[in-house]
């Protein structure tokens, strides 16, 4: 951890301390811009558009809180509507015909798919997705952004 980092959560993971975690976890919700991030949500995980912070000192802190395997998502503040960020999804996401040209691990798990899905290739996007046992293709719709599929590829 950096000497100015404002987060506890590397000391608080690695003494396991479940009642520290939780207040801390409640914390980061409060500090959540957007009304639908400041609780977990009822249904299971929900897409969000990662905004990383202007703020040099906060995007620093951040860099060295993800060396340590603590990333965005650990930080509902920099949460906003998946919809929001379609322009920008859209931009980094990857044509399937670059994928199995740069690709090809991931690419053979894909067209597996496709095989059998009906869905077609030229209708869909591909961006990485670090889990954290595997990496997963997140296959999303060409047109709005919206996750069409989420599948395994590479253990990490």
Do not use: C
Not at 66 to 81: K, N, R, T
Not at 94 to 113: Q, S, T
């Amino acid at each position: 951890m950096t000497p100015a980092s404002t987060t506890r959560l590397p000391e608080l993971l690695a003494r396991h301390e479940g009642p520290i975690l939780e207040r801390w976890v409640e914390e980061q919700l409060a500090k959540a811009r957007y009304p639908q991030f400041r609780s977990p949500p009822w249904t299971g995980p929900v897409p969000v558009y990662g905004e990383f912070p202007k703020d040099h000192a906060k995007s620093q802190e951040l860099m060295f809180l993800g060396l340590q395997g603590i990333d965005l998502q650990a930080f509902p503040e920099y949460y906003a509507p998946y919809e929001q960020g379609r322009d920008d999804i859209l931009s980094r996401a990857w044509p399937l015909e670059r994928v199995r040209k740069e690709e090809p691990a991931v690419a053979r798990v894909v067209d597996e798919w496709l095989s059998g899905s009906g869905a077609r290739a030229e209708n869909l996007r591909y961006l990485p997705l670090r889990g954290r046992i595997s990496w997963v293709a997140v296959l999303i719709d060409a047109t709005t952004a919206k996750p069409v599929k989420m599948l395994l590829t590479d253990k990490i």
